[in-house]
């Protein structure tokens, strides 16, 4: 306090001076805080971009194993027309030891195991 009780003042004196250190303090708390929340808020952010990356490629997956199923399917039921009207050739008839492509049945077939076949 600059003045004492029962002090005459004038209009504009100074009567007294508060210390703002408490409160520079607790401002930059506060800032510090905000700025730890903001890079919490980015850091989540990021992973949540990552996490859709993942997803996305899951998809990709998916979507190519389910190409994968049709065309088997596809082959399957073409080399069962064949051999039921026994047009194309027998195995072992393409020539010397040339590997022959089989399409198993997709009895079983799972999502994201792809298509499974075999060289016999």
């Known amino acids: 306090m600059l003045v004492g009780d029962n002090e005459a003042v004038h209009a504009g004196q100074v009567l007294a001076r508060i210390d703002d250190r408490d409160f520079k303090v607790a401002l930059q708390q ?3 805080g905000v700025a730890a929340t903001r890079a919490a808020v980015a850091t989540r952010l990021a ?3 990552a996490q859709q990356s993942q997803i996305d490629a899951a998809r990709a997956t998916i979507a190519a194993d389910e190409a994968d199923a049709t065309f088997a399917e ?3 039921k ?3 027309e064949l051999a039921a009207t026994g047009s194309g050739g027998r195995r072992g008839s393409y020539g010397g030891d040339a590997p022959v ?3 198993q049945p997709l009895s079983g077939y ?3 195991k792809g298509t499974r076949a075999c060289l016999e």
């Open 30 to 32: 506060a800032d510090a």
């Open 47 to 49: 992973a949540l971009a």
């Open 74 to 76: 596809q082959e399957e």
């Open 78 to 80: 073409r080399y069962r």
């Open 101 to 103: 492509l089989v399409f």
């Open 110 to 112: 799972m999502r994201g």
